[in-house]
């Protein structure tokens, strides 16, 4: 069984920064896993993928440059560092894992089979 569970939002001014973790139990070092986003009344949107060890990334243009994910198989985390952050970045944030193998990561969430509960991230003008 898989259990993600986010933490590390809160309020930050627009241009602060904020590091989100993922911990994860389970076999998630198996699993690529993604970062995704959800403003109110908006869709989820996809943020960012990583690849089972790390050395893979993809980015969401929107993200591109200013967040950086990473991930320890070791202690089972994945962070995501992000800086320069924006009031249009306001949104609950959430991890994923995709179990299922490819040869590239995937944003759509349908691949994605677990989720943690999310975490607030509110930034001020």
């Known amino acids: 069984q898989v259990q993600l569970v986010e933490s590390g939002g809160g309020l930050v001014q627009a241009g602060g920064s904020l590091r989100l973790s993922c911990a994860a139990s389970?076999?998630?070092?198996?699993?690529?896993m993604a970062w995704f986003r959800q403003a109110p009344g908006k869709d989820r949107e996809f943020i960012v993928g990583i690849s089972i060890d790390g050395t893979k990334t993809y980015y969401a243009d929107s993200v591109k440059g200013r967040f950086t994910v990473s991930r320890d198989n070791t202690k089972m985390t994945m962070y995501l560092q992000m800086n320069s952050l924006k009031p249009e970045d306001t949104a609950v944030y959430y991890c994923?894992?995709?179990?299922?193998?490819?040869?590239?990561?995937?944003?759509?969430?349908?691949?994605?089979?677990?989720w943690g509960q999310g975490t607030q991230v509110t930034v001020s003008s």
């Open positions: 994923a894992a995709d179990p299922k193998w490819s040869a590239v990561l995937r944003s759509d969430r349908k691949y994605y089979d677990y």
């Open positions: 389970g076999r998630t070092y198996r699993y690529s």
